[in-house]
Every structure is written in C-alpha cells, then in structure tokens.
Nanobody, 127 residues
C-alpha cells in the first residue's frame, strides 16, 4: 500500500515536499516513481529512483526544480518541488515497481511498468 501526502495550494515560485509511505512489502525491493496527471491531460512521468537511490531520472519539465529521494529505513519516497509553476498543477501519484537482481539498477520510464499506485495528492500552483 502506498500513501501519498504533502500536496496543497502554493503560489508560483513556492515549494512543496511530497511524501509517499509504503507498507506491506519490502520497500527496498521496489523502484519508485512520481507521476502526475493534470485535468484533461495524459499522465506525465515526473521522476524515478532506483531501490537504493543510486540512480534517478527527471522529466524535462521538472529537471533542475524537483528532487526525488528515498529513505528505506522509513519506507518513504519524497519529491521536493521548488520554483513551482502553475503548469505543475496536477494530481501527483507515487508508484512502485518490483525489481530483482540487476533490474534493480535500472530506471523504468513507462507508466504501465509500475505495479502499485498510491491514491494521489493534489498540487495546485496559483499565479
């Protein structure tokens, strides 16, 4: 089970930190990702991180502004969002993909590769 939190309303230029707490499985067996969906738009891959945090990926629209991290001792993945823009407004979902062996060192960039999803948290950025 994945439980996302930390969304809210923020002015453009502000910051938010999203958290996603996992339970029920061995967290370090999963690559994690943040994916967002704005009204009327397709899901967009925001960021991903490997099991140990050694490899990360960012979508072009958030690169340099967002940072994904994880704490395996707390079974939690984070998304630090800085310099927020109105176009960042969306529901943000955390997602988990089981991995094993060398596959745990890869970043998976297709939304449908993720096995488990959280319920989403709304981020609204005002002008």
């Amino acid at each position: 089970q994945l439980q996302a939190s930390g969304g809210g309303l923020v002015q453009a230029g502000g910051s938010l930190r999203l958290s996603c707490a996992a339970s029920g499985r061995t967290f370090s067996n999963y690559g994690m990702a943040w994916i967002r969906q704005a009204p009327g738009k397709e899901r967009e891959f925001v960021a991903a991180i490997t099991w140990n945090g050694g490899n990360t990926y960012y979508g072009d629209s958030v690169k340099g502004r967002f940072t994904i991290s994880r704490d395996n001792t707390k079974n939690t993945v984070y998304l630090q969002m800085n310099s927020l823009k109105p176009e960042d407004t969306a529901v943000y979902f955390c997602a988990a993909r089981y991995c094993s062996g060398y596959g745990c060192y890869a970043i998976y960039l297709r939304v449908n590769e993720y096995d488990y999803w959280g319920q989403g948290t709304q981020v609204t950025v005002s002008t």
